[in-house]
């Protein structure tokens, strides 16, 4: 469990599930990352993560506000994904309901994640993917310090050809 001013990232609970499901049916959130879950696809990404917990002590955790409970989204590293430029990293993303943009929430628990891969991984940088036109997303990346790797576009294996999203732009971080 990782804990800053506002937000506790811990381990996924059953409890969670409904409440990411929205997020991940919600065409807003999803704009920039694919086709809205359905609620198996839902499930079967959360196993993901909580499996990616065991096996590396790291996930896209839950991200839970301290004040009252709320699951707001998810957050965290995780292995870069297979076939890609970052398949060797570790990978930073985020993911938040919608009625939590803007509130700085994806920033603090991006930093709190950055801190914690530092202090208990020997990565020697982090990094994330987007499309282009995810312009608040890779605003973060810039805001976290991140750089868009120069020649780092690529075409992400796993989004279907002739998507729009299929090309993904790749910023990373080095260990301070």
């Given at each position: 469990m990782i804990e800053s001013e506002r937000l506790i990232l811990r381990r996924w609970r059953a409890a969670d599930r409904p409440v990411f499901h929205a997020h991940c049916s919600d065409p807003a959130v999803m704009e920039f990352l694919g086709p809205r879950l359905t609620r198996a696809e839902t499930d079967a990404a959360l196993d993901r993560q909580n499996g990616y917990l065991e096996s590396h002590g790291y996930c896209f955790w839950a991200?839970?506000?301290r004040a009252d409970g709320a699951l707001l989204g998810s957050c965290g590293l995780k292995p870069?994904?297979?076939d890609t430029p970052i398949a060797d990293d570790v990978?930073?993303?985020?993911?938040?309901?919608r009625a939590y943009w803007g509130q700085g929430y994806a920033r603090e628990s991006a930093e709190a994640?950055?801190?914690w891969g530092w202090a208990n991984t020997p990565a020697p940088r982090i990094a994330a993917i987007t499309v282009a036109a995810n312009t608040r997303s890779?605003?973060?990346m810039?805001?976290?310090g991140m750089a868009r790797v120069a020649d780092g576009d690529?075409?992400?294996?796993?989004v279907p050809d002739g998507s729009p999203l299929k090309r993904h732009i790749?910023?990373?971080i080095a260990r301070p």
């Open positions: 991200v839970e506000r870069g994904a297979p990978e930073i993303g985020w993911r938040f309901g994640s950055l801190a890779w605003g973060l810039e805001r976290l690529f075409d992400h294996p796993a790749l910023y990373r």
